[in-house]
Nanobody, 115 residues
Framework: QVQLVESGGGLVQPGGSLRLSCAAS????????MGWFRQAPGKQRELVAI???????TYADSVKGRFTISRDNAKNTVYLQMNSLKPEDAAVYYC?????????WGQGTQVTVSS
């Protein structure tokens, strides 16, 4: 079992910033990928940013230059710094970890971008 605890969501005005955190704990053997997805109402869940075990980092085109993913390996924690937020960034953000080939999801944290 892997537990993912997310934090950092909330309400922010357009142009503002938020930082999401996701701490993984439990039976962690080999993390193959660690990152963030989001799902807006009526839309499919989509990749935001992710670290791959190959060392590659991938961002959605819509967030490039505004969002930065980072990771603390010692704490098994992944962060998402979101700057210059837009109303279209509003969604439930989910942490995802692939551990030993199995995918785990956090409970989601709401990000609302509104004036």
């Amino acid at each position: 079992q892997v537990q993912l605890v997310e934090s950092g969501g909330g309400l922010v005005q357009p142009g503002g910033s938020l930082r999401l955190s996701c701490a993984a704990s439990g039976s962690i053997f080999s993390i193959n990928a660690m990152g963030w997805f989001r799902q807006a109402p009526g839309k499919q869940r989509e990749l935001v940013a992710i670290f791959l075990s190959s060392g590659k980092t991938t961002y959605a085109d819509s967030v490039k230059g505004r969002f930065t993913i980072s990771r603390d390996n010692a704490k098994n924690t992944v962060y998402l710094q979101m700057n210059s937020l837009k109303p279209e960034d509003a969604a439930v953000y989910y942490c995802n970890v692939v551990n030993a080939g199995r995918s785990w999801w956090g409970q989601g944290t709401q990000v609302t971008v509104s004036s």
